[in-house]
Nanobody, 124 residues
Framework: VQLQASGGGLVQTGGSLRLSCAAS????????MGWFRQAPGKELEFVAV????????IYGDSVKGRFTISADNAENTVYLQMNSLKPEDTAIYYC??????????????????WGRGTLVTVSS
């Protein structure tokens, strides 16, 4: 499975962006799809995950209430709607797919497939 993330860009504090992650082939209902981010000089951080079967979502503490992850299974695409953006949200955002979810989807090591990333810059 190849993943292509898009939708990043430059936005002012308080603004919104929607990221997309398109899969190159059909992703099975057992998959979970996640978003992670990496800010300059920092470690990879869990952002959000969605189960393709059932739609259950989990969010990282720093984005709860501001970001929404969703999936369009027919289009093999996952979205990350980001609202009320802050300068500390500036990072490269990566989407990832876990074909054998174990209940620890906040861990980057659980994911087998990764996209190249898209840069989000939030100006103050």
């Amino acid at each position: 499975v190849q993943l292509q993330a898009s939708g990043g860009g430059l936005v002012q504090t308080g603004g919104s962006l929607r990221l997309s992650c398109a899969a190159s082939q059909r992703t099975f209902s057992s998959y979970v799809m996640g978003w992670f981010r990496q800010a300059p000089g920092k470690e990879l951080e869990f952002v959000a995950v969605v189960r393709l079967s059932g739609g259950e979502t989990i969010y990282g503490d720093s984005v709860k209430g501001r970001f929404t992850i969703s999936a369009d299974n027919a289009e093999n695409t996952v979205y990350l709607q980001m609202n009320s953006l802050k300068p500390e949200d500036t990072a490269i955002y990566y989407c990832a797919a876990d074909r054998n979810p174990s209940g620890r989807e906040w861990r980057a090591t659980e994911y087998e497939y990764w996209g190249r990333g898209t840069l989000v810059t939030v100006s103050s």
